[in-house]
C-alpha cells in the first residue's frame, strides 16, 4: 500500500507540473497577445486620413492664416502639456490598458468635433479632445510594451518592437494619406477629418481585449496618485543620465517635427497639385519605416553609439538647409524624405537608455513628464516659426537645419548612456 501511495504521489506531482507548465504557456501566450494587438492598435490608430492635407483643411476649409494654425497648434501642445502628467498618472494609477482605450475613444470623437463646423473655437475643442486623447497614450504605449516584455524576460527587445510600433503606425498613415488626398479633391475636406473616428473607434474596441501587464509584477502598494505625479518630476531631477537623454531627444525631434506644418507649403511652391500631397506624405512614412527597421539593426552593430547618434543628427540638418536653396522636384522632394527619415527615428537610440534609468513602478508618468516638456517647447516655438515661415520660408529652413548641426555638435551625450 505504501509503495502504491508513492506512486500515486509521483503521478500527483507530475500532474500538477503539467497543469503549471500549461499555465505558464497560457500566459506567456497571453503577454504574447498584447504584442501582436499593438502593432494592430498602432496600425489602426496611424489611418490619420487627413495627414496629407492638413494645412488645405486649415486654410482653405477652416479659412484660418497660417499664424492662426500655428497658434492653434501651440494651444494643443499647452493642452498636452496640462494633460500628460495627470494621464501618465492615471495609467500608473488605475492601469497602462485603460489609459489607452481612453486615449483611443477621445481621439474618435474629437475628429467628429474637428469636422464638424470651420470655426478656431471649434477647432480648439476639438484639439482639447485630441491633446486629452494624445496624452493618455503616449508613454503609456511603451511603459505597457516594457511591461509586457519583462513577463517575456525580453526587456531588451524593447527598442525593436517600439520600432514595430511606430513602423505599423506610420504603414497606417502611409495607406490612408492618398486615400484622404483623393477624398479631399474630389469631394470635402472636413469628411476627411470627420472619417478618421471609426479607425480610432476600432482601435478602442481592441484595446479592450489587451491584458493589463502591471497589476502582476513584483511592486510596492499603489501610491497616492499625487505621489506618483510627483515622482515623475523627482526622478527627472535626481537622474542626471536621464535628463540629459531625454533633452537631447526631444530638442531635435521639436526642430525636425516643424516640417510636418511647411513640407506642404514648400510643395505649393513647386506647384505639386493638391491631390498629390497624400502621395508625398505615403513616401514620407514608407522612409520612416525603412528607417526604424534599419536603425535597430545597425545600432546594435556600432559600438560608438555617441558617434552615431551625431551624424545621424547632423544629417537632417543639413537637408534642412538645402531644402531652402533648392526648389526642383526630382531633388527637394528626396531632401524632404531625408529630413523625415533621420530626423523622426533618431528617438530610437535613445529608448533602451532612458528605459534603463526609469524605475519600473512609475513609468508611464516619468516617459509622459518627458513628452510634457517636449510639449513645452513645441508650445513655445509654434507661433515663433509661424510669423518666420510667413516672412521667409527659406530662412526658416535655414534656420532649423542650423539649430539641429549646433546641437549636435554640442552633444554631452556618452556612449555608455545609449
Known amino acids: 500500500m505504501s509503495e502504491l501511495k508513492e506512486f500515486t504521489q509521483e503521478e500527483l506531482g507530475e500532474s500538477s507540473l503539467e497543469l503549471e507548465g500549461k499555465e505558464l504557456s497560457v500566459n506567456l501566450n497571453t503577454w504574447r497577445g498584447n504584442i501582436w494587438k499593438s502593432y494592430l492598435i498602432h496600425f489602426i490608430e496611424g489611418f490619420h486620413l487627413i495627414s496629407g492635407i492638413l494645412l488645405p483643411f486649415f486654410l482653405t476649409w477652416g479659412k484660418l492664416t497660417f ?11 499647452v493642452m498636452i502639456l496640462v494633460f500628460e502628467i495627470p494621464c501618465g498618472a492615471i495609467a500608473d494609477y488605475i492601469s497602462r490598458k485603460f489609459s489607452l482605450l481612453l486615449g483611443a475613444f477621445s481621439t474618435a470623437f474629437a475628429a467628429l468635433v474637428y469636422g464638424s463646423y ?15 486623447g494624445a496624452a493618455l497614450i503616449s508613454g503609456t504605449d511603451q511603459a505597457f510594451i516594457y511591461d509586457t516584455l519583462r513577463k517575456l524576460g525580453r526587456e531588451d527587445d524593447v527598442s525593436k518592437v517600439m520600432a514595430r510600433n511606430r513602423s505599423f503606425h506610420l504603414l497606417g498613415i502611409g495607406i490612408s494619406a492618398p486615400i484622404g488626398s483623393v477624398i479631399g479633391a474630389y469631394f470635402s475636406l472636413n469628411l476627411v477629418m470627420s472619417l478618421i473616428f471609426f479607425p480610432f473607434i476600432i482601435a478602442t474596441l481592441i484595446s479592450l481585449t489587451l491584458k493589463e501587464p502591471n497589476h502582476d509584477l513584483e511592486r510596492k502598494k499603489k ?4 505621489t506618483i505625479v510627483k515622482s515623475g518630476f523627482t526622478e527627472l531631477t535626481k537622474n542626471k543620465v ?11 525631434e521639436s526642430l525636425v517635427f516643424f516640417l510636418i506644418w511647411t513640407y506642404q507649403i514648400y510643395l505649393e511652391a513647386l506647384t505639386v497639385q493638391l491631390i498629390f500631397f497624400g502621395f508625398v506624405s505615403t513616401s514620407m512614412t514608407i522612409i520612416q519605416i525603412l528607417f526604424n527597421n534599419v536603425i535597430t539593426t545597425l545600432e546594435s552593430k556600432i559600438n560608438n553609439k555617441r558617434r552615431f547618434l ?34 523622426f527615428t533618431r528617438s530610437l537610440i535613445f529608448v533602451k537608455g532612458m528605459n534603463k534609468q526609469i524605475e519600473t513602478e512609475n513609468r508611464a508618468t516619468v516617459i509622459s513628464t518627458i513628452n510634457m516638456v517636449a510639449s513645452l517647447i513645441r508650445a513655445i516655438l509654434y507661433p515663433l516659426v509661424g510669423y518666420f515661415v510667413m516672412w521667409n520660408l527659406n530662412i526658416t529652413f535655414i534656420l532649423l537645419g542650423a539649430s539641429i548641426i549646433i546641437f549636435a555638435l554640442l552633444s554631452r551625450i556618452k556612449n555608455e548612456y545609449l
Open 67 to 77: 499664424v492662426e494654425v500655428m497658434f492653434l497648434q501651440s494651444f494643443f501642445t
Open 118 to 132: 470651420p470655426n478656431i473655437f471649434i477647432f480648439a475643442i476639438g484639439e482639447t479632445l485630441w491633446a486629452f
Open 223 to 226: 501610491e497616492k496618485y499625487f
Open 242 to 252: 536621464l535628463r540629459l537623454l531625454a533633452f537631447e531627444m526631444i530638442i531635435t
Open 310 to 343: 551625431q551624424v545621424y543628427t547632423i544629417i537632417p540638418g543639413i537637408g534642412f538647409i538645402l531644402m531652402a536653396l533648392i526648389y526642383f522636384i526630382p531633388v527637394s522632394i528626396p531632401l524632404i524624405l531625408i529630413v523625415i527619415g533621420f530626423g
